[in-house]
């Protein structure tokens, strides 16, 4: 099993890109509002998109619309089990750029 993590940006965020030859499948996503507090200022949201090779981010690959995410919250995506292939991405954005990360599991299969 891998991990990939990265802070999600107020741009596009890839936290996962499928390289030549490889096809994953995703275990696990998890979006964490790492604020150190819980001041409800600290809130935020983000969306998520699974986008097949060779295309852009579109409404059709949107997978998650406006997470909420208050502050020290933790969000999980890990009931649905995603096939990605070589060229296929996950990428991640929010409104803000300095309060979510986002941590992915795979396998290569």
Not at 28 to 49: E, G, L, P, Q
Request: glycine share 2%.
């Amino acid at each position: 099993m891998a991990i990939a993590s990265n802070l999600i940006l107020a741009t596009d965020t890839t936290i996962l890109l499928v390289p030549a030859e490889k096809k994953y499948a995703i275990t696990t996503i998890v979006v964490c509002n790492y604020s150190t507090t819980s001041d409800a200022s600290f809130a935020s949201s983000f969306d998520m998109h699974v986008i097949p090779s060779g295309e852009s981010k579109t409404n059709a690959n949107k997978v998650l619309n406006t997470i909420a995410m208050p502050a020290q919250e933790t969000f999980s995506f890990n009931t649905e089990r995603l096939i990605l292939e070589e060229g296929d991405s996950v990428v991640l954005n929010s409104p803000d750029s300095n309060r979510l990360s986002a941590t992915i599991s795979y396998l290569e299969v």
